[in-house]
């Protein structure tokens, strides 16, 4: 994929902008609060329908304006154009795509691919298990066409089952809602048991170039419940009376979760702060190859301020692998990365001043 022009109005810091990146590397330089890092948000909001930073209402719109909008150009795969729009105010939105009405956020963010790396991508390994589950399901939801169905349905079953778990239901409309959940469940369980499975030798890979020194790694998956001994049917009878208490589903994929462990370290707390940054910059880029093999194509990958989050070795080591691949990058930087140099990539350079966005 491949991002060609991009258009903000009243987003962040900046009024109206316009920038068109070229295909492979590129690099935006500016100071500090100079709205790099806003070009790759506005991007990724296009294909996540959130921020890596937040939500709208937290920020995006310009001070002082109703709403934001944002509007991308950029080829596929296969070399057809696409064009998107969105405008946002915090509470509501609409967008289209391709000259039409979109009805979901979920429509525009399966046309346009993009996975982000940036300063508070740790999160991913050290925050809640929400940000694993959505990371996951990103994947599932770009190469598996079951997906999205199957995820609405255990969601609104989930949802029902908690709003009933609230009043005082009848043993029997329980019943009903727990079966729907189980089967949905079980079904998105296994989408997901199946994704680790195919993930897994990807990000071996890119572990074993990027943090050798802690042995062999294993990645753990936890399915929200003890799928080991219980169907979630099973389970969720066997919870009945807790979540009746507890006014909520406590267990089910809701819960699900994912680690990896290295046989030279003993948990996740033993990571120093740079090993968590390669940690998650590895599960992003393996998460890239990975749809890279479901879908034939790259997604687009922004690297927000690498020089400041890796080494220069790491930072080389990672792009020259990404080079080879031919997907193209968006990367920012108060000052071109020093790994760029190393590995003998020459991107094409970009300047944010004053609100405007050119060539350097
Ligand atoms: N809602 C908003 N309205 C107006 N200005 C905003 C809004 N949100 C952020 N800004 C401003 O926009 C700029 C945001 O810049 P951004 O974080 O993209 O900068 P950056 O170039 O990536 O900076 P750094 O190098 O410090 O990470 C800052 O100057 C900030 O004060």
Redesign the pocket.
């Known amino acids: 994929m491949q991002l060609t022009r991009l258009r903000l109005d009243r987003f962040?810091?900046?009024e109206q902008a316009e920038w068109r990146p070229g295909p492979g590397f590129n690099l935006v330089l500016?100071?500090?609060?100079?709205?790099?890092?806003?070009?790759l948000?506005a991007v990724h909001l296009l294909g996540h329908g959130r921020s890596f930073?937040g939500r709208v209402r937290d920020?995006?719109?310009?001070?002082?304006?109703p709403s934001l909008e944002v509007y991308a150009e950029w080829f596929d795969g296969q070399q057809r154009a696409h064009r998107a729009g969105m405008r946002h105010s915090g509470s509501s939105w609409e967008a289209r795509l391709d000259g039409e009405s979109v009805a979901t956020l979920a429509e525009l963010c399966a046309a346009l691919a993009i996975v982000s790396f940036d300063?508070g991508s740790h999160e991913l390994i050290s925050g809640g298990a929400e940000h694993r589950r959505r990371f996951l399901d990103w994947t599932l939801f770009h190469v598996e066409p079951d997906f999205l169905e199957t995820w609405r349905r255990f969601s609104r079953s989930l949802r029902q089952r908690n709003a009933l778990l609230k009043t005082q239901p009848q043993e029997r409309q329980l019943d009903a809602w727990d079966d729907e959940l189980a089967e949905a469940g079980e079904r998105l369980n296994a989408l997901r048991e199946q994704q680790v499975a195919q993930w897994e030798p990807l990000l071996f890979a890119e572990l074993a170039s990027s943090l050798p020194e802690l042995g062999p790694p294993r990645l753990v998956f936890i399915p929200g419940w003890r799928r080991q001994e219980r169907s979630l049917r099973v389970s969720l009878a066997a919870g009945r009376e807790r979540d009746l208490a507890l006014g909520y589903t406590a267990s089910g994929p809701h819960r699900a979760d994912w680690r990896v462990e290295f046989e030279g370290l003993p948990g996740r707390d033993g990571l120093s702060r740079g090993q968590t940054k390669l940690l998650a910059l590895a599960a992003t880029l393996s998460q890239a190859a990975q749809f890279a093999g479901g879908r034939d194509e790259w997604p687009i990958i922004a690297l927000?301020?690498l020089g400041s989050e890796l080494d220069r070795e790491h930072q080389a080591r990672v792009l020259s692998r990404l080079a080879a691949t031919g997907a193209q990058l968006l990367m920012?930087?108060?000052e071109a990365p020093t790994g760029l140099e190393a590995a003998g990539i020459s991107p094409a350079v970009f300047h944010?001043e004053h609100g405007r966005v050119g060539p350097a």
Do not use: I, Q, W, Y
């Not at 920020?59 to 304006?65: A, E, T, Y």
């Open positions: 962040r810091g900046f500016g100071e500090n609060g100079a709205g790099k890092t806003s070009l948000e930073r920020g995006l719109v310009r001070h002082g304006s300063p927000d301020d920012t930087g108060t944010v």
